[in-house]
């Protein structure tokens, strides 16, 4: 358990962990502790005895990261007085095992100002005196991507009219991937692009892909963003298909095809596919890389988990996420003593 600056960091893993695993030191995954006296068949413990047993597997438990922290040894920074305040918080949260009421606990970093474009923030820690602010700027230096892929038709409808009228068992057969799973799809003549585009949205969770019509094209993009997202379309029957066949976006602008990208449909020999791209940024300094549309800013002076919407996630440059700030009194604050602790959500 490594302390943030001056402020007592309490991590998440150490104070929702069950019974007999601790999030740091040398008990982490232990089994929990055996209650002398208990019965071997688990379902003939009574309520009195259930709750003396998971009073004492969190005190074991408490025991082992106190005996962890008994190891710290105090270095320029405050890591002595960081001890005591950590210290204080355990046998606060021990008195709440016994039974007891939690006293002594601190208030949580409170988060205000929340900018437009973040659906969620999070703070989880920060090196922050008491009473202190601090804001938390991110700036885009590479936008999240989809995978992302076109297909067209020359209209509002497929037509075949290229197999010949005379060919009543014509059809137009894809393979459709995402990163979830693959389906073929098989369609007839005068099949509208709205049909097509809720047939694929209707196996959206199997694929991991979207449909979308607009105008004469069919969008098809995979559900997340980021490098280990993609979207594939290999034509397996083009049924004689009129159109430009499959495209894909510009390179400024993911909403639109490139004319110049087309690939017939009676011309690839295998899968049309497109990756989508890592969201990347700095975070009061910090590099990081994005999982999707989430940033998390382990190592800068705020720890905080950010979740943008797509269009901020896409829009290069600097803004203030949100502003942290620690309580005024009753010690450090700790981020994660309930599941609301430190969560801020707009909308």
Known sequence: MQPIGSAAYI?????????????AGPRAGAAAPV???APADSAAISPEARAKARAGAWASALDAVQSTLAHLRPTAGGAQETRKEVQGILSAVRGAAAGGPISNVPPPFTVSDIAEGVERFRAIGADLKPGESAAVEVTVTQSAQQGVLFLHFGGQQIDLAGAGEDDASARFKIEIAGAAGVRELAFSSGTTLEQL???INALSDVIGVRATVD????R??????GANAFVSVGVLEDGGALGAGVLHARADDSSAADPDSAWPFDGPVGPIRDLGQSLLATINGHDYTGDGLRLR???ANIDAIILLEQWRAQTLGTFTAATVSAPQNGGPPVVGASPSAGLDLRG
Not at 215 to 218: E, K, S, T, Y
Not at 220 to 225: E, G, K, L, P
């Open 11 to 23: 991590p998440e893993s150490i104070i929702e962990a069950g019974a007999g695993t601790v999030g």
């Open 35 to 37: 209650v002398a006296g």
């Open 197 to 199: 585009a809720d047939t």
């Open 215 to 218: 105008g004469d094209l069919v």
């Open 220 to 225: 098809i993009a995979s559900v997340a963003h």
């Open 297 to 299: 800013s382990v190592g």
